[in-house]
């Protein structure tokens, strides 16, 4: 006989079985003691294949560039007409080429181009290189001493650059790191998850229009069961009947309950709203304009256009910086404007009449005759 003593209860230890959410500590990537410091990017392959296959994450991306670029740059006459020589790999342009560096260092944080000058320092063209192929490296006090171009042929001499012939691109680089910081590990878990729900659900919605069977057949023999088998199967990939003797077969449809398992379209929905958010590209930037009256709408456009203005000084400060060439990039279009005529102005509002105060019935003397 079991002992049924109350003393004999134990408790369990969950709180050491069941391990808390955490984040793990990093430190930057920064110039150290030593001599030189030299960093080159590992992850590029793996971003570059997420930004390839994930829509979502690529029309982020592409929609934040364009924007960015706007309608192209402005500049002086003199200006406008030598960028326009600029051709990259001979079919760019010099928006084409901007563009394209700010598509990179969203995907793996740091964009390279090789400046091409003449003999007298004239910007003659540039060259967007792959990521992966640049190495970085700085001296002991943080500063850039040069680039090296990796020959992706084994065996083959690496090229080595000056900083100023070099034009390298950061996105939100922080503290005294050497590099910048992709969008990518930010949403890489809301991407699988998305997905694998997804994944889940096609082959939920598959197995309705095609659902599994289990056939009790009426023997045990492997040849019959695996002739059965082959007309079965043959008969419905056709689309065809199948006509067999009354009892020697009898099918079971697998089949989930109704009710019986989660509907995953919500939280895949809520997984798109927060990617969205995180890679802050509202939703109605790309067209998508659920749930959102007039008034919302111009608030987020107008957070939007924040980002896109912060972004787009970014570029005309490093352009001005590392190529010496004023431009001003244009937003495609604002609403501040029109966010600020929405407000009412002291001449817009109407003054109230003031309201006289009721008579009370001691503000008058109300004399009463009597017969005489």
């Known amino acids: ?30 110039a150290g003691s030593q001599k030189e410091t030299s960093w080159q990017s590992h992850n590029w392959s793996k971003n570059l294949g997420y930004y390839k296959t994930i829509p979502e994450l690529k029309v982020a991306i592409d929609t934040k560039a364009n924007w960015t670029i706007g309608a192209g740059f402005q500049a002086e006459e003199a200006t406008t007409l030598h960028l326009g020589t600029i051709k990259g790999n001979g079919k760019d342009t010099f928006n084409s080429i901007i563009k394209n560096m700010i598509r990179i260092k969203t995907i793996d944080g740091d964009s ?51 900083p100023d012939e070099i034009l390298h691109l950061s996105r939100e680089r922080i503290a005294d790191e050497i590099h910048g910081i992709s969008v990518i590990p930010s949403v890489e878990n809301i991407i699988l998850m998305r997905n694998e729900a997804m994944a889940d659900w096609k082959r939920v919605m598959h197995r309705n229009v095609d659902p599994l069977f289990i056939f009790h057949l009426d023997t045990d023999d492997a040849g019959e069961i695996a002739k059965f088998k082959a007309t079965h199967d043959g008969a419905r990939k056709n689309g065809e009947n199948l006509y ?19 509907n995953p379209l919500t939280w895949i929905n809520q997984l798109n709203d927060y990617f969205f958010q995180a890679v802050n590209v509202p939703q109605i930037i ?87």
Request: proline residues 5%.
């Open 112 to 162: 390279y181009a090789e400046i091409i000058r003449d003999k007298e320092g004239v910007l003659l063209n540039l060259k967007p290189l792959s990521p992966d192929s640049v190495k970085s490296v700085q001296n002991m006090k943080g500063r850039f001493i040069r680039y090296e171009q990796i020959n992706k042929i084994r065996g083959q001499k690496s090229r080595k650059f000056q």
């Open 286 to 372: 790309i067209g998508n304009a659920k749930e959102f009256t007039d008034a919302s709408g111009k608030i987020v456009y107008l957070a939007f256009e924040q980002s896109v203005k912060g972004e787009q000084l970014y570029i005309e400060e490093q352009i001005l910086a590392q190529l010496g060439i004023e431009i001003r990039l244009t937003f495609p279009a604002s609403l501040e404007t029109d966010a600020i005529s929405d407000r009412p102005s002291e001449v817009d509002l109407v003054e109230e009449e003031p309201i006289e105060e009721a008579t009370q019935p001691n503000d008058t003397t109300q004399e009463i005759e009597g017969k005489t």
């Open 1 to 30: 006989m079991p002992e049924t003593d109350i003393d004999s209860a134990i408790a369990t230890d969950v709180k050491n079985t069941i391990v808390d959410y955490s984040v793990d500590s990093i430190s930057t990537d920064a």
């Open 244 to 262: 067999v003797p009354k009892g020697v077969v009898e099918p079971e449809l697998v089949a989930t309950a109704a009710n019986a398992s989660l």
